[in-house]
């Protein structure tokens, strides 16, 4: 019958033990009946399992950023367990994570990586050279996910100088859509892109919509609204700077010590469960292998309480956001500080190139990356020279 009362959960039980005997038998009865019209309960989710992406591929929950680390402290991190290796084409050391992968020997299969076109490479003409320039850093035929950096463009060979609107990447995506179809991208997304860049870019693509929007995310700044409309869209959120800029700074914070004491757990996992807890994966950085073993450890636990969750972002939210809004891109920032900054960047670079044209950042990058790279190869032979010395 279409139209007929449904039973609350247990009716029938408690109807059948009206009407039958008090014994073993009936009592084993009710139970079994009980049991069958109970709801049951959903199973908690993993945070040790993977994070499935709307592309169907699946990505670790926690990965490592590798902006401004060498060569050794990428091998060490792979050694502490990282799988999950956040890259960028600006960041200029993809090469020196090629040779840490290549080094490790850890299987192609097990491991996540993530690159990011630059805002001078966003161009559709410019789009697949600058990931296979990539590939070939990273030693790799492919990369697990591509994202555009920011929601800007630059005219090619500029910084600062504006190529087209804000937030219009269409082509830009058409273009990394057929990377995807090559199989040199598996799965495509954005970074630090806000509600209405990202609704108009899901309402573009034309058959891969984004499957993460990489954001700052951390109990100092929520950022719950962007979250809840990514999460809400099927597009899977991941935090850069998960631990609300400088980590060092994380013991002023009274309540996150209060909460770790609680759950006898670091301040670094405490703070990583938070974003965890809500669904969004996180990328913390750490030169310390220790240091990372610990991050990754965030997935097994502590379990944090609703109450924890709720004040641990009320306790900081009234800290400094750390976002570097480049000349007001994200209309919600949060304070005008940024937009100066991002102004006077402006003028600065728009007299340079008017001066010296042509620069290419990445190529501009990856120099400065290998010179920091020899003096940190340079300072540690030296301090191990002077280890031996003084054992000798």
């Excluded at 060979?157 to 190529?163: C, I, S």
């Excluded at 598996?186 to 630090?192: D, K």
């Excluded at 006898?264 to 974003?275: D, E, K, M, V």
Aim: charged content about 25%; some cysteine; aromatic content about 8%.
């Amino acid at each position: 019958m279409p139209n007929a009362k449904v039973a609350e959960p247990g009716a029938a039980a408690e109807a059948w033990a009206a009407s039958e005997p008090a014994d073993d038998a009936r009592l084993a009865r009710m139970r079994a009946l009980l049991e069958q019209s109970s709801p049951k309960k959903a199973p908690r989710e993993s945070y040790q399992d993977p994070m499935v992406l709307s592309s169907g591929y699946a990505m670790p929950r926690v990965g490592l950023g590798t902006a401004h680390l060498f060569e050794a402290q990428i091998a060490a991190n792979l050694a502490a367990g990282a799988r999950h290796l956040d890259c960028a084409r600006i960041y200029g050391n993809e090469a020196a994570v090629g040779r840490a992968v290549r080094a490790s020997g850890v299987p192609r299969c097990e491991l996540f990586l993530t690159t990011k076109l630059w805002m001078d490479e966003a161009r559709p003409e410019r789009v697949a050279a600058a990931l296979d320039d990539s590939l070939q850093q990273l030693q790799t035929s492919y990369v697990d996910l591509l994202l555009i950096h920011w929601p800007l463009k630059f005219r090619p060979g500029t910084v600062l100088a504006r190529d087209g609107a804000v937030g219009d990447f269409s082509a830009t995506w058409a273009a990394m859509e057929a990377l995807a179809a090559s199989g040199k991208a598996r799965s495509l997304g954005v970074s630090n892109f806000d509600e209405a860049q990202l609704s108009r870019l899901l309402d573009d693509a034309k058959t891969i919509p984004p499957a993460v929007n990489q954001v700052e995310a951390h109990p100092k700044f929520p950022n719950q609204a962007l979250v809840d409309f990514c999460l809400s869209r099927d597009v899977a959120v991941v935090a850069w700077g998960p631990l609300g800029g400088d980590p060092r700074r994380l013991g002023e914070d009274s309540m996150l010590w209060a909460t770790a004491k609680m759950h006898a757990a670091s301040l670094c996992r405490c703070a990583l469960r938070w974003n965890l807890e809500r669904g969004v994966a996180v990328i913390p950085k750490s030169t310390r292998p220790a240091h990372v073993a610990d991050a990754l450890a965030a997935t097994a636990g502590p379990r944090l309480t609703a109450d924890d969750r709720r004040l641990l972002a009320d306790s900081r939210r009234r800290g400094s956001r750390r976002f570097p809004d480049v000349i007001g891109v994200w209309p919600a920032t949060a304070f005008v500080g940024f937009r100066l900054v991002g102004w006077w960047l402006h003028v600065v670079f728009s007299a340079l190139f008017a001066v010296v044209p042509g620069v290419d950042a990445v190529g501009f990058a990856r120099a400065r990356a290998a010179r920091k790279e020899r003096r940190y190869a340079a300072a540690v032979a030296a301090r191990d020279a002077a280890a031996d010395a003084k054992r000798d």
